[in-house]
T-cell receptor, first 115, second 110 residues
Framework: DTGVSQNPRHKITKRGQNVTFRCDPI?????LYWYRQTLGQGPEFLTY????????KSRLLSDRFSAERPKGSFSTLEIQRTEQGDSAMYLC?????????????FGSGTRLTVV | RKEVEQDPGPFNVPEGATVAFNCTYS??????FFWYRQDCRKEPKLLMS???SGNEDGRFTAQLNRASQYISLLIRDSKLSDSATYLC???????????FGKGTRLSVIA
């Protein structure tokens, strides 16, 4: 499978716990993006990387959130001290630079439920 | 004003109908435009890019009006399998990430 892979698919956690999600992009794509989507909303941008450099962070990304892409391949998104408002689908996408007419390819997402 | 605005719907149409969605964007410097399709509890998938000259892919036609800053998607001869949420997506250009609208929900009814 050469698509974008995300793990886990689902995560249920208690409020206050830390969670970490992983994204493996399409291998030849050098850009990797994290988005968050809640019910009835479109995906909202969180952050993105070009190779291992984190180039932009949204103000949605509070200091409880951290993302890494240590070797320019897979990425992790960690949420510390989770809150119920963090419940959402976390989507990872990758693209070539420039993405031109091709947009992004998304993974299947990680659905987080904070109880 | 939201950067990308869409009517959330739902649009309930019978099979075979023609349906059109519009989307407006606020940043006149936006450079690239897309329509994505998202099925329930699935990831968004690229449906088509939108070019200034308009483009067609089978039953789907996308148009861009830069002067009025809106994008449209026309679906002809609707199928049950077209039922999904259609997301309007804008690239402001440069290295900026894509901006997604809230989506328009379509239900095609037998």
């Amino acid at each position: 499978d050469t698509g974008v892979s995300q793990n886990p698919r689902h995560k249920i956690t208690k409020r206050g716990q830390n969670v970490t999600f992983r994204c493996d992009p399409i291998s030849e794509h050098n850009r990797l993006y994290w988005y968050r989507q809640t019910l009835g909303q479109g995906p909202e941008f969180l952050t993105y990387f070009q190779n291992e450099a984190q180039l932009e962070k949204s103000r949605l990304l509070s200091d409880r959130f951290s993302a890494e892409r240590p070797k320019g391949s897979f990425s992790t998104l960690e949420i510390q001290r989770t809150e119920q408002g963090d419940s959402a689908m976390y989507l990872c996408a990758s693209s070539l630079v420039p993405q031109g007419a091709y947009g992004y390819t998304f993974g299947s997402g990680t659905r987080l439920t904070v109880v | 004003r939201k950067e990308v605005e869409q009517d959330p719907g739902p649009f309930n149409v019978p099979e075979g109908a023609t349906v059109a969605f519009n989307c407006t964007y606020s940043n006149s410097a936006s450079q690239s435009f897309f329509w994505y399709r998202q099925d329930c509890r699935k990831e968004p998938k690229l449906l088509m890019s939108v070019y200034s000259s308009g483009n067609e892919d089978g039953r789907f036609t996308a148009q861009l009006n830069r002067a009025s800053q809106y994008i449209s998607l026309l679906i002809r001869d609707s199928k049950l399998s077209d039922s999904a949420t259609y997301l309007c997506v804008v690239n402001r250009g440069g290295n900026t990430p894509l901006v997604f609208g809230k989506g328009t929900r379509l239900s095609v009814i037998a």
